[in-house]
């Protein structure tokens, strides 16, 4: 239902645009996150907006860096990375949440009803 591209190799400082895209009409309904899952490490939230788009949350690591937007026209979830740095190498997910963001849950990733398969990221120094 959720199938994130966009990934691939990038040099530190430089820029990517990763892309969700979800099918099903039920998508502008959805909040949207991005996750990231590094080797050996947990996955950690990096971004959320809500349905309309009107709320953006970041990661306090990618603050200012990234940008996460939305297109309900074409069912597609944005996530602009620039200044990139090796840190930021991960498998990012994009994951659905059926439901409005309920105080903190936007970076709760258990909050979440429907992931896409990862796309990786590899930034070098």
């Known amino acids: 239902q959720l199938q994130a591209s966009g990934g691939g190799l990038a040099q530190a400082g430089g820029s990517l645009r990763l892309s969700c895209a979800a099918s099903?009409?039920?998508?502008?309904?959805?909040?949207m996150g991005w996750f990231r899952q590094a080797p050996g490490k947990e996955r950690e939230f990096v971004a959320a907006?809500?349905?309309?788009?009107?709320?953006?949350y970041y990661a306090d690591s990618v603050k200012g860096r990234f940008t996460i937007s939305r297109d309900n026209a074409k069912n597609t979830v944005y996530l602009q990375m620039n200044s990139l740095k090796p840190e930021d190498t991960a498998v990012y997910y994009c994951?659905?949440?059926?439901?409005?963001?309920?105080?903190?849950?936007?970076?709760?990733?258990?909050?979440?009803?429907?992931w896409g398969q990862g796309t990786l990221v590899t930034v070098s120094s």
């Open positions: 099903g009409r039920a998508f502008s309904s959805y909040a």
């Open positions: 994951a659905a949440r059926e439901s409005y963001f309920s105080g903190n849950y936007y970076s709760n990733r258990n909050k979440y009803d429907y």
């Open positions: 907006i809500t349905w309309s788009g009107g709320s953006t």
